[in-house]
């Protein structure tokens, strides 16, 4: 059964930095691309960032260019999100995803993980 779990959550001061990874298991990610979600605590899920499946291309969604990273090792079967410069408003569930297609924003994702809660405060 394919598993992909997050972790690297929790609580930072605004202008700080977390690393999120997520660890994924029965699933070659050398095949797949991969995203970043954030489920907001009003519910709704945004795209954060996603990268190709050889990392050729990286996508990010508008709020989170320049300050979020996203990178893969294919040797570790994990990929993570660097996010640096984090704001209050980042706060939310986040959540790791794989898609065989296209990951930009808006694709189909085939997998996801349960998610890791980020919280940033002021």
């Known amino acids: 059964q394919v598993q992909l779990v997050e972790s690297g959550g929790g609580s930072e001061q605004a202008g700080g930095s977390l690393r999120l990874s997520c660890a994924v298991s029965?699933?070659?990610?050398?095949?797949?691309?991969l995203g970043w979600f954030r489920r907001a605590p009003g519910g709704q899920r945004d795209f954060i960032a996603a990268i190709t499946d050889d990392g050729s291309a990286t996508y990010y969604g508008d709020s989170w260019k320049g300050r979020f990273s996203i990178s893969r090792d294919n040797a570790k079967n994990t990929f993570y999100l660097q996010m640096n410069s984090v704001k209050p408003e980042d706060t939310g569930r986040y959540h790791c995803?794989?898609?065989?297609?296209?990951?930009?924003?808006?694709?189909?994702?085939?997998?996801w993980g349960q998610g890791t809660q980020v919280t940033v405060t002021s």
């Open positions: 995803a794989a898609t065989r297609s296209d990951p930009r924003a808006g694709a189909l994702y085939d997998y």
């Open positions: 029965h699933l070659t990610i050398s095949d797949y691309g």
